[in-house]
């Protein structure tokens, strides 16, 4: 084998290695690939196949049946929100909005997760709609996770830049809420 020839391999060897390291970067890492997977499973779990009779899951259900999918802080602020507008007939005191779907009309046809990116241990999620075979531009959610204790939870999902911030995720919705209604118990 002649100089060219090896040095031909070699240059060869380290094009295919390096856009084999290309495709698995771009892939994701394992963290985020496991993050991508479980939030897929849960959101076509959660929301209604294309073609078939949509799943009766309430929000109520979602966290006694999912329980470990959900971090403790963000699943108590959220039956607090159920509670408080339980006790409350003909007004709106809680969530008016599916919150893990991002809306209060039709839910999209189906759901799926696109890019996953992380910062520390946080992660987030961007999760798309599609109906009649058309994927929104944006993600209609983004939720944001963590990996405790051998699983995924949800710690948050957010929604987006909003003309009001406090509009932009699920945490800072359902602080407002329970600001508001604290002003009027007063």
């Not at 390291?21 to 779990?45: D, N």
């Not at 600001?179 to 009027?184: F, M, N």
């Amino acid at each position: 084998m002649n100089f060219w020839s090896k040095t031909l391999g070699c240059c060869l060897v380290a094009v295919i290695a390096g856009t084999n390291a290309l495709g698995a970067q771009a892939k994701g890492s394992p963290m985020e690939e496991s993050c991508r997977s479980f939030v897929q499973g849960f959101y076509s779990w959660y929301s209604k196949p294309a073609g078939k009779p949509p799943k009766e899951h309430t929000e109520q259900e979602v966290l006694k049946s999912k329980k470990t999918n959900f971090d403790a802080d963000l699943r108590r602020q959220l039956n607090l929100d159920y509670a408080a507008q339980a006790k409350v007939t003909g007004e709106i005191v809680g969530l008016d909005m599916d919150p893990f779907l991002a809306t209060n009309a039709e839910p999209y046809e189906q759901y799926s997760v696109g890019k996953v990116t992380s910062k520390g241990d946080v992660y987030l999620a961007e999760v798309f709609g599609t109906t009649k075979g058309k994927k929104t531009d944006k993600p209609v959610v983004t939720p944001e996770l963590r990996f405790k204790d051998k699983h995924w939870e949800f710690t948050n999902f957010h929604y987006g830049k909003s003309e009001f911030p406090e509009n932009e995720n699920l945490l800072s919705i359902l602080k407002c809420l329970r600001e508001s209604r604290a002003k009027t118990t007063k």
